[in-house]
């Protein structure tokens, strides 16, 4: 019995941690930059959605250049010629100058298409 209880206890130790960890992430969505947030929505309008819903952002940095970055997921209805998805995931500078891996996908998570890098000027 006793065994049962200290697993019990482990295991929502373990749970909790998981969902601190999980808060820390949303609080990045608190804190993007404005340069960010407009080069996420000029993405969501090159594919044909004005009116995107953030699902996720994870604040991080540039692997070669530490440059402050954000991964970003987000959902709508997005069209690219006769493809459709329901949700994009990307890479966005802070500064808002670049994106890259801007992976779509279906409502069920599979890869529709995928560009390695988004001109952010267009």
Sequence with gaps: MERK???IVFILGILALALVGCSGQS???NNITQE???AIHKVSVKYGESNSQI???TQTE???TKEPM???????NYRNGELTATRL???VL???EKVWALQALSENGQPIWGEMEYDVGI
Excluded: L, M, P, R
Excluded at 70 to 76: A, E, F, R
């Design 36 to 38: 960010a947030t407009d």
């Design 89 to 91: 995931e990307f890479s």
């Design 5 to 7: 209880v200290i697993s």
């Design 27 to 29: 609080q990045a969505s």
């Design 94 to 96: 802070a500064n808002g």
């Design 70 to 76: 954000y991964i970003v997921i987000i959902k709508g």
């Design 55 to 57: 699902i996720a952002i």
């Design 62 to 64: 540039a692997e070669v």
